[in-house]
Every structure is written in structure tokens, then in C-alpha cells.
């Protein structure tokens, strides 16, 4: 689709990415993909080439996979499809009015011309109110391959590993030190787990399976501080209902912050990430955004949101190259993402939205794969998938296409998930 009254990227325009993670890598890969022939420049304050974060907080924390295995693409890649990487180099500042960024890295200051920006900066790990207790070399936040390294060589067997937040990151980190023989004690302020992306039934689904993997879960548990020793390590956490539990090692799980201050700086617009519409574009035309650090229009729900997940950034990444290419689709794609914890994967598609029924496939009690369907007015509006790959790839398409389906036949796990979209299928003909 052409934009009216927009300009796209023309051959030896520059476009500059902010931002070496998912979504900056697939954004600049895409672009060659799709025939963008000028200079592309990504501008990567971490040390490695692109990798991947979720492995972070499951096999690579459990020592089942490599750094190198983490990389989105080959280094090599980066030089084959002459996207030039700089690594270590942090972007501190954007003049809108010139079209360039202000850099520091290895070779010190430098001004970064662009004709084309695009923000892809993720977030943080949101810290505690007490900043000065992450000093503590054993209080660990989960964002990048840095966090895990250190925090690796804690989890020996008999250690006592408090996890602050019970969201999935949370969870897949509580799991892990289980497998590796750590005493876990998962403390979540909301009375249940994974509140923010599932319903009470999934949640009692996880805390029992946490349960049985031998964790302490306690929810609707507050910190009231964190207690630091002379030699500078965290002791102890204590509780607001008094409760003070010992620690070898504290994870912080509570969740993540965008980073949209450099957009906020030039005076795009921010709430809570940096603004976008559907084609990724903020405030200023000449700058895009994508990934973890947007706000954008939520296509199912209405209304602003963000999303951190994987496929949302690959999604957002191959919109804004389409954008910046001339060839403009929305991004109107709906949100999943994906959660492993033991032997047990959680696939959610269509992220909390409005509902009048969940219908209910398979058993909760028993064994550990069953299916929720959350229907509005008889249509299939999100899906929560623990354990069935094959119906979740089928649950993807009911959600996409808001498929009507029969709640007896949907609970039924004799009928094929296929049969109902066909069924429904022929019934829009
Ligand atoms: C431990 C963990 C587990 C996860 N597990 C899953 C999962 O199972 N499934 C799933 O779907 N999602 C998962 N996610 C979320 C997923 O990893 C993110 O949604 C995804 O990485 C977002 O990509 P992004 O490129 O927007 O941001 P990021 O991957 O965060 O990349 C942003 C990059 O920009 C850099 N940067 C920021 N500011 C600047 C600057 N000023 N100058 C230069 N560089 C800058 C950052 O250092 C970072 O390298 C997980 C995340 C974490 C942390």
C-alpha cells in the first residue's frame, strides 16, 4: 500500500536503527530482503552481535545452550548484507531538526547522519523502589546475556534463590533453579501468578505444577526491603506481614520499563513507549519505531498497548521495513508469545481481550495439556495453549480470523480443531 503524502526510502537514502536486538536485526534484514539498497547502520549499546532473549531464562540459564547458539543471525550476516553493526555504541541523543544522533562508543563521540531513523531500543528490567540493593553482586534483574553470566555461577545446588514477581519470566527462572537444586521461594504481590496475561484457572494451573517441582509460590506477598550485609550481599528478604526470608541469591522479576526516553528528548510522542500507528511511524515521519519500546494500536481491542514479545517485534521490524520501503501494510497482526516452564509450554494468543465465555478443552486437573478458548458473542477471540502445539497453530488462525464456533464441540478434544475452522469456513461462504 502507498502511504498518500509520504515519502519512502529512496535507493541511497541512509537509514540508521537504534538498537541491536530482535526487532533492530530483522528490521535491517528485512529491508535488504525487500530490496532496500542503501546504506543501513545499527547502532547497539551491548557487546555481542543480536541475540535472542528468551533462551535467557531457560536453556541458556540452565547451561543447555551457548552464546553463540543465542545469535539471531551469523555475525557474518550482518557483513554479507552490508548492514554495518556498531557495537558498544551507545546513541544518547537525536537532533530531529539536523537528522542525526549523537553517539558514544569504543572511538568516543561521534554525530550519526540519518535519513531515516528508526527507535529500536526494548526496555529495562524495572527495578526495585530501593535502587542502591542491586548493587548487591547476588541481586540479579533478567535483560540481557550479562545478567544471566553473572548470575549463573550462583545457582549451585542447596542455594536459596528468592524470586521477586511470579510472571513468566519469574516462573521459567523459579523452574530452572529447581532443575539445578536450588530452594525456591517465588514471591508475587497480586494473589496469583501470571496475572497480567492469563486467568485464574491457568494461574492455579502453574502454581500447582511450581508446587509439585518442590517452590515455596506465595502470592498476594509484598517486600518490604531487602537486607544487605556488611560485605555488600543481600541476606535476606523480608516481607511486609513481617516474614524475613534468608537468600543466597534474590532474582527481581517485576517486569520491564520501555526505553522511550531518546524519543521523549527529541519530543516525539510517549506514553509509556514511544508512540506509533500501524505502520510504525512516530510523530516525526522520518522515525519509526518497533519492538518492546512502542506504543501502538492495539488492532483487536482498540486503543494504545505494548507487547513484549518476540513476535510482536519481528511483526513490527517487517512492517516498518515495508513502511520505509513504499510498500505500507498495518500492523494489525494478533499478539502471542510463548512460555516454557519443566516439561510444561504455555501459548497464548490474543492477549486479554474482552470475553462472555471460556470454554474449557481438555483437563486442568489432570495431566498437563488442555486448551481455554475466550469467545465474545460466540467468536474465538484469544487462546491460552499449555502443551499441544499442533492446536495451537489452529488456535492461531480461530483467533486471527474470530472464527464462530460450537462451545460443545470446541471443549471436545475428539474434535480436530481443523474440523472447526473448516466447518466455519464453509459457513462465511
Ligand atoms: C529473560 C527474557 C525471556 C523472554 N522470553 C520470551 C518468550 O519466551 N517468548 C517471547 O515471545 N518473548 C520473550 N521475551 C521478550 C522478548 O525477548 C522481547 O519481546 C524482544 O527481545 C523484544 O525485542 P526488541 O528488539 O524490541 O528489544 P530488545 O531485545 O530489548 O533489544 C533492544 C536493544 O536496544 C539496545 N539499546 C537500548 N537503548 C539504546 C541506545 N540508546 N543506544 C543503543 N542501543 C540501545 C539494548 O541494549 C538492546 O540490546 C523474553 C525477554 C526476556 C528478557
Not at 549451585?156 to 523452574?175: D, I, K, Q
Not at 492455579?204 to 550481599?233: M, N, P, W
Not at 513481617?242 to 517486569?255: C, K
Amino acid at each position: 500500500m502507498k502511504l498518500p503524502n509520504i515519502e519512502s526510502a529512496r535507493s541511497d537514502d541512509r537509514v540508521v536503527i537504534v538498537g541491536g536486538g530482535q526487532a533492530g536485526a530483522e528490521c535491517a534484514v528485512t529491508l535488504r530482503m525487500l530490496g532496500f539498497a542503501g546504506p543501513i547502520t545499527i547502532l547497539a549499546e551491548e557487546s555481542t552481535h543480536p541475540y535472542s532473549r528468551p533462551p535467557l531464562s531457560k536453556g541458556y540459564l540452565l547451561g543447555d545452550v551457548a552464546s553463540a547458539d543465542l545469535h539471531i543471525r551469523p555475525p557474518a550476516t550482518y557483513d554479507d548484507q552490508r548492514v554495518d553493526v556498531r557495537l558498544e555504541t551507545r546513541v544518547t541523543g537525536i537532533d530531529r531538526a539536523t537528522q542525526t544522533v549523537r553517539t558514544e562508543g569504543p572511538d568516543g563521540v561521534h554525530d550519526v547522519s540519518y535519513d531515516w531513523l528508526v527507535l529500536a531500543t526494548g526496555g529495562r528490567a524495572r527495578l526495585l523502589p530501593d535502587a542502591t540493593v542491586h548493587a548487591a553482586p547476588n541481586v540479579h534483574t533478567l535483560r540481557r546475556l550479562a545478567d544471566i553470566d553473572e548470575m549463573r555461577s550462583q545457582f549451585t545446588p542447596g542455594a536459596r534463590l528468592v524470586v521477586l514477581g511470579g510472571g513468566y519470566v519469574g516462573l521459567e527462572v523459579a523452574a530452572v533453579a529447581r532443575k539445578s537444586g536450588l530452594d525456591v521461594t517465588v514471591i508475587e504481590a497480586a494473589p496469583r501468578v501470571l496475572a497480567r496475561v492469563t486467568v485464574p484457572v491457568v494461574s492455579e494451573f502453574y502454581e500447582r505444577v511450581h508446587k509439585q517441582h518442590g517452590v515455596d509460590i506465595r502470592t498476594s506477598s509484598s517486600v518490604d526491603s531487602v537486607e544487605v550485609g556488611a560485605d555488600g550481599r543481600a541476606m535476606a528478604v523480608k516481607l511486609t506481614d513481617g516474614v524475613t526470608l534468608s537468600a543466597d541469591v534474590v532474582v527481581v522479576g517485576i517486569g520491564m520499563e520501555a526505553n522511550d526516553e531518546l524519543a521523549h528528548e527529541a519530543g516525539l510522542a510517549v506514553d509509556g513507549g514511544v508512540v506509533v500507528d500501524e505502520f510504525c511511524r512516530t510523530t516525526d515521519l522520518r522515525i519509526l519505531a518497533i519492538g518492546d519500546c512502542t506504543k501502538h494500536p492495539c488492532a483487536q481491542n482498540g486503543g494504545l498497548r505494548r507487547v513484549e514479545s518476540v513476535p510482536n517485534a519481528l511483526e513490527q521490524a517487517k512492517v516498518a521495513a515495508a513502511t520505509l520501503t513504499g510498500d505500507a501494510r498495518p500492523h494489525d497482526a494478533v499478539p502471542w508469545f510463548w512460555s516454557d516452564q519443566y516439561d510444561v509450554k504455555l501459548q497464548a494468543v490474543g492477549l486479554c481481550p474482552s470475553h462472555d465465555e471460556i470454554v474449557v478443552r481438555g483437563c486442568i486437573d489432570e495431566g498437563r495439556s488442555f486448551s481455554l478458548f475466550y469467545l465474545k458473542d460466540g467468536t474465538v477471540r484469544a487462546a491460552n495453549v499449555v502443551s499441544n502445539p499442533r492446536d495451537f497453530m489452529f488456535a492461531k488462525k480461530m483467533v486471527a480470523t474470530q472464527v464462530r464456533v460450537d462451545p460443545a464441540r470446541l471443549s471436545d478434544p475428539a474434535v480436530p480443531l481443523k474440523e472447526l475452522l473448516a466447518v466455519s469456513g464453509r459457513e462465511r461462504k
